[in-house]
C-alpha cells in the first residue's frame, strides 16, 4: 500500500491553496510574484481557460489572449474526440462504453474548471449510471469542481443521501 503523505494532493486543492495564499494580507513575508508565476504555470499547464478569465478578473491580473486562446482551441479540440467517442459508443457500443465516454467528457470540463459544464455533464453521466457508489463518486468529483461556493456543495451532498 503506498504512503499515504507520498500520494499528489490534487490540483486543484494546491491551486486552491496558492490563491489563498496570494490573496491573503495577513501572512508577512509571502512572495507574491511567485505566487502568481506558480498559479499561472499551473493554470496553463492544464489548460483551465474559464479559470483563467475568473481569476484573472478577479485578482486583477493582465489577461493574456493569446494564452487564453491557446488553451480554448486546446480544450475545444479534446471536446470534438470525446464527443466522437461518445457517437462511436452510442452507435457501435454498449451501455457501458457510453456511460464511461460521458464520464471522461465530465472529468475533463471538471478538471479544466467549467464547473458548470460538469455538473451538466454529471448530471448527464449520473442518468445512465445504476451503481450507487458510481453515483457517490461522480458526486464527489463535483465537490472537487466546486470547491466553492459552498452552496453547490451542499446541493451535491444532498443527492448523495
Known amino acids: 500500500m503506498a504512503d499515504p503523505e507520498s500520494e499528489k494532493q490534487d490540483f486543484r486543492l494546491e491551486l486552491a491553496q496558492q490563491v489563498f495564499l496570494y490573496r491573503s494580507t495577513d501572512i508577512a513575508g509571502l512572495d507574491k510574484a511567485q505566487l ?33 486562446q491557446e488553451m480554448q482551441a486546446s480544450n475545444a479540440k479534446q471536446l470534438e474526440d470525446l464527443a466522437a467517442k461518445i457517437k462511436d459508443a452510442e452507435e457501435n457500443l454498449g451501455e457501458t462504453e457510453v456511460r464511461d465516454a460521458l464520464h471522461a467528457r465530465a472529468t475533463f470540463l471538471g478538471d479544466t474548471g467549467d464547473c458548470e459544464a460538469a455538473a451538466a455533464a454529471y448530471k448527464e453521466t ?18 472537487r469542481c466546486a470547491l466553492t461556493p459552498w452552496a453547490q456543495v451542499g446541493s451535491a451532498q444532498l443527492r448523495c443521501a
Open 126 to 143: 449520473e442518468d445512465k449510471t445504476a451503481s450507487g457508489a458510481s453515483k457517490a463518486d461522480m458526486v464527489f468529483a463535483q465537490i
Open 36 to 68: 502568481q508565476e506558480q498559479i499561472l504555470q499551473t493554470i496553463f499547464s492544464k489548460g483551465l481557460a474559464p479559470y483563467y478569465e475568473h481569476i484573472c478578473g478577479e485578482l486583477g491580473w493582465e489577461l493574456q489572449q493569446s494564452k487564453l
